[in-house]
């Protein structure tokens, strides 16, 4: 089964800094995107970040370039989110997503498996 847990939220200051962990297992797939979503009160679901897990290719939503870098370590099976410049706005539950794709220059927008989410305030 595809796991996926994430960790690393929390209460922080407006310009302060986070990084969230994903550790995932189960992915047999031989290639695979990684994505971190958040959702606040009130608030569709954004996807924010995707990394290519082969390659390390990331792309952005505007909301955050700049000030978030998704990244992964193969080895230790984990991706990270490293959140800086935090804004009240930033505020939401954070989740890690998973999805099995061929050999991709982006990752998709649809994920099938995720974690159980982290919560990240900034005030």
């Known amino acids: 089964d595809v796991q996926l847990v994430e960790s690393g939220g929390g209460l922080v200051q407006p310009g302060g800094s986070l990084r969230l962990s994903c550790a995932f297992s189960?992915?047999?797939?031989?290639?695979?995107?990684m994505a971190w979503f958040r959702q606040s009160t009130g608030n569709e679901r954004e996807g924010i970040a995707t990394?290519?897990?082969?390659?390390?290719?990331?792309h952005y939503s505007d909301s955050v370039k700049g000030r978030f870098t998704i990244s992964r370590d193969v080895a230790k099976s984990t991706v990270y989110l490293q959140m800086d410049n935090l804004k009240p706005e930033d505020t939401a539950m954070y989740y890690c997503?998973?999805?099995?794709?061929?050999?991709?220059?982006?990752?998709?927008?649809?994920?099938?498996?995720w974690g159980q989410g982290t919560q990240v305030t900034v005030s």
């Open positions: 990394i290519f897990v082969e390659d390390g290719q990331t």
């Open positions: 189960g992915v047999t797939d031989k290639y695979y995107c």
């Open positions: 997503a998973a999805e099995p794709v061929g050999w991709v220059l982006r990752c998709p927008d649809e994920y099938n498996y």
